[in-house]
T-cell receptor, first 116, second 113 residues
């Protein structure tokens, strides 16, 4: 069974600084996708970034980038130039091939606080 | 980002009552998902629905839960006899066209008293 682990329940960072959130996962699949979702106090689930396992290049989306280490089954999120609006819960998630149902498996979340 | 809508945003009900949560997923897609998030906990998979049938369900999705697509666009989650422990946020999700990326609706906050 696939599992996703986020070992940092809470983190804080000063505004404009860089922070890295950790995520590890376990799977026997070779083709899969990894995601980071942001959940602000409104509790909406907002996609931050995605990574296809077959791509060696790390995904980037503006200030957000990932460090994807397939052999180590590690998928960390780096937030550069942190902003107050980045304060939220961040969930790492895994999805297997769509022909296997494609359900998302989430980690426990990391609560990030950006301090002015 | 593709839009998924859910109604109501907040539902308060008495224990033992039936509730129906509604979702309008991204159009022209065959896969839909329901997830649940108890306050302070992680998001958990409930059920996936493909081509008008349940594709997969979790242990949480017991006989008191059911899903339907009554009119070809709306997608409903029914809880027949609510329990206190059903209090949670319920999210509907739908993949974007041609992608495995799931986009979430804003959620329905269910409170069972």
């Amino acid at each position: 069974a696939q599992t996703v682990t986020q070992s940092q329940p809470e983190m804080s960072v000063q505004e404009a600084e860089t922070v890295t959130l950790s995520c590890t996962y376990d799977t026997s699949e070779n083709n899969y996708y990894l995601f980071w979702y942001k959940q602000p106090p409104s509790r909406q689930m907002i996609l931050v970034i995605r990574q296809e396992a077959y791509k060696q290049q790390n995904a980037t989306e503006n200030r957000f980038s990932v460090n994807f280490q397939k052999a180590a089954k590690s998928f960390s999120l780096k937030i550069s130039d942190s902003q107050l609006g980045d304060t939220a819960m961040y969930f790492c998630a895994f999805i297997g091939p769509l022909n296997q149902g494609g359900k998302l498996i989430f980690g426990q979340g990391t609560e990030l606080s950006v301090k002015p | 980002e593709p839009e998924v809508t859910q109604t109501p945003s907040h539902q308060v009900t008495q224990m033992g009552q039936e509730v129906i949560l509604r979702c309008v997923p991204i159009s022209n897609h065959l896969y839909f998902y329901w997830y649940r998030q108890i306050l302070g906990q992680k998001v958990e998979f409930l059920v996936s629905f493909y081509n008008n049938e349940i594709s997969e369900k979790s242990e949480i999705f017991d006989d008191q839960f059911s899903v339907e697509r009554p009119d070809g666009s709306n997608f409903t989650l029914k809880i027949r006899s609510t329990k206190l422990e059903d209090s949670a946020m319920y999210f509907c999700a739908s993949p974007g066209l041609g992608t495995d990326t799931q986009y979430f609706g804003p959620g329905t906050r269910l409170t069972v008293l």
